[in-house]
């Protein structure tokens, strides 16, 4: 079930258009199996097994309280019923591998080269890594338009809702109002700052990618309907450069 999960992810990703303005990115509807996707559905994991971003070490103090994640190495400590914690960790499993790694440097591979030119390495000299992880944010959170860490080569989300009734709830894509202004990576800037180019609806069973770069700037729009959830699998591909 995995196995062939991921490979019709690989699939569509590896035949999907390329969207390339304002930053490359894709956009993939039905990106699991129907029966896969519905087996997401009911392992549905409670809100005690998730953790604040915040209180994680792993963003500043003044990062959104709305925002809470499960790791793999934390999912043991759970208590998330014993076929839910089998679920997700041969999910984490399967879509952490080399090959999948492997596609996404292959899709964004032109963004990449010219990320790693600024850093004067090549491809050659590129060491990636990944994580996968679950994340959930709830009514009050919003992100200001910022381009991820430098470390960070690759973003990819997994839409997770259950229904369409929140299709407002997507990442945007955004573009300075200063047309020349880049970022390297770190700090989240004003949403007045910005204009607003599109969102990528928050539909189930959807797909999200794009490559770090200093023009890839995204964000959510502020939450302010009251049921607002968001559910999200993250797997994102990383490196280190020279002197970090």
């Given at each position: 079930?995995?196995s062939?999960?991921?490979?019709q992810?690989?699939?569509?990703?590896?035949?999907?258009?390329l969207?390339?303005?304002?930053f490359p990115?894709i956009?993939?509807?039905?990106?699991?199996p129907?029966?896969f996707?519905a087996?997401?559905?009911r392992?549905?994991?409670a809100?005690?097994?998730?953790?604040?971003l915040?209180d994680?070490?792993?963003?500043?103090?003044d990062?959104s309280g709305?925002?809470?994640c499960?790791?793999p190495?934390?999912?043991?400590?759970?208590?998330?019923?014993?076929?839910?914690?089998?679920?997700?960790?041969?999910l984490?499993?399967?879509?952490?591998?080399?090959?999948?790694?492997?596609m996404?440097?292959?899709?964004?591979?032109a963004a990449?080269?010219?990320?790693l030119?600024?850093?004067k390495?090549?491809?050659?000299d590129?060491r990636l890594?990944?994580e996968?992880?679950?994340?959930r944010?709830?009514?009050?959170?919003?992100?200001?338009?910022h381009?991820?860490s430098?470390?960070?080569?690759?973003?990819v989300?997994?839409?997770?809702p259950?229904?369409?009734?929140?299709?407002a709830?997507g990442?945007?894509a955004?573009?300075?109002?200063?047309?020349?202004?880049?970022?390297?990576?770190?700090?989240?800037?004003?949403?007045e700052?910005?204009?607003?180019?599109?969102?990528?609806?928050?539909l189930?069973?959807?797909l999200?990618?794009?490559?770090?770069t200093?023009?890839s700037?995204?964000?959510?729009?502020?939450?302010t309907?009251?049921?607002a959830l968001r559910?999200?699998?993250?797997?994102?591909?990383?490196?280190?450069?020279?002197?970090?």
């Amino acid at each position: 079930m995995f196995s062939a999960a991921k490979l019709q992810v690989m699939y569509k990703v590896m035949n999907a258009p390329l969207r390339l303005w304002p930053f490359p990115h894709i956009c993939v509807p039905d990106i699991f199996p129907q029966d896969f996707y519905a087996e997401i559905q009911r392992h549905r994991l409670a809100d005690d097994c998730f953790t604040r971003l915040v209180d994680t070490g792993r963003v500043g103090k003044d990062y959104s309280g709305a925002r809470a994640c499960l790791f793999p190495q934390t999912l043991d400590g759970t208590p998330a019923p014993e076929d839910s914690k089998a679920f997700w960790r041969s999910l984490f499993k399967t879509f952490r591998d080399s090959e999948f790694s492997a596609m996404w440097a292959h899709v964004f591979r032109a963004a990449m080269t010219e990320k790693l030119a600024d850093h004067k390495m090549g491809f050659g000299d590129l060491r990636l890594y990944n994580e996968m992880f679950l994340m959930r944010d709830t009514t009050t959170y919003s992100l200001g338009p910022h381009t991820d860490s430098p470390r960070k080569m690759v973003s990819v989300l997994f839409y997770l809702p259950s229904d369409d009734r929140r299709a407002a709830l997507g990442t945007s894509a955004y573009i300075p109002k200063d047309r020349g202004f880049t970022c390297l990576g770190g700090p989240h800037h004003p949403f007045e700052n910005f204009d607003l180019v599109a969102t990528m609806p928050y539909l189930p069973n959807t797909l999200v990618a794009f490559p770090q770069t200093k023009r890839s700037f995204h964000g959510v729009e502020p939450v302010t309907q009251p049921d607002a959830l968001r559910d999200l699998l993250l797997f994102d591909l990383k490196t280190g450069f020279p002197g970090e």
